[in-house]
């Protein structure tokens, strides 16, 4: 067992994994943040939030989640190190970039965009609705936090933020291009055939990601 979290392998097996689960977040998050320009008036979001922030299997997921995260971060981060080490520079470089794309190598550097703009975001959103004070809204007969409100305002009001949420999606997008398919060639999925159809399918679901959060703040500086 020692093996798995100190060999290589073992290291990369563990990041495929707590890849694919955060994969399995971003499908369920994206849906949820879609409904906010699906309503116009707040009421299936803050819904949605509300389910999310009251229901007892979510509030189980929460802390799996965040430990599915940590170590994502870990074991990229020590991986990165060692392969670092182990290559001369120059010739990392040259080998790199005839045999791999731009975000393969650039693996590192997305994901340390990518958690920035969620220490922003959590700072912004999970800190105000989990202790900071909410506004609230009575919808069919439950009063709950007004979630739409709270997000909305920071689109429409802060054109900075929107900015650095269409960016952020766009360097998930570009992280998904090679950490989609790379997870399953990992776990085994090593097959030709179906490694071919895993990086077509993560090119669809990269673009379907960072479309899908960079229409949200759009939307609310076009249009509202």
Not at 14 to 34: A, D, E, Q, T, Y
Not at 63 to 68: E, F, R, S, T, V
Not at 160 to 180: K, N, Q, R
Request: hydrophobic share 50%; charged share 10%.
């Amino acid at each position: 067992m020692s093996n798995l979290f100190s060999s290589s392998i073992g290291r990369k097996l563990i990041m495929s994994i707590s890849g694919l689960f955060l994969i399995l977040f971003i499908c369920v998050h994206l849906s949820v943040n879609l409904l906010l320009i699906f309503d116009d008036s707040g009421k299936l979001f803050n819904l949605a939030a509300h389910f999310m922030d009251s229901n007892p299997i979510i509030k189980i997921v929460e802390p799996l989640l965040a430990i599915g995260f940590a170590v994502h971060l870990v074991y990229a981060t020590i991986i990165t190190i060692q392969n670092k080490k182990k290559r001369p520079q120059n010739y990392s470089i040259q080998n790199n970039k005839a045999t791999s794309s731009w975000p393969s190598r650039n693996m590192f550097i997305l994901g340390a965009l990518i958690v920035l703009f969620l220490a922003v975001h959590l700072s912004d959103y999970f800190y105000k609705i989990k202790f900071g004070t909410m506004p609230t809204i009575k919808i069919d007969g439950i009063i709950m936090n007004d979630a739409y409100l709270v997000v909305s305002k920071s689109f429409i009001n802060h054109f900075w933020y929107s900015l650095l949420y269409i960016a952020s999606g766009m360097f998930l997008g570009l992280h998904l291009t090679h950490g989609f398919w790379s997870a399953f060639q990992t776990i085994g999925w090593t097959n030709d055939l179906w490694l071919k159809r895993l990086k077509k399918i993560s090119i669809v679901y990269a673009i379907i990601v960072a479309t899908g959060f960079s229409i949200i703040p759009l939307y609310f500086l076009i249009f509202m």
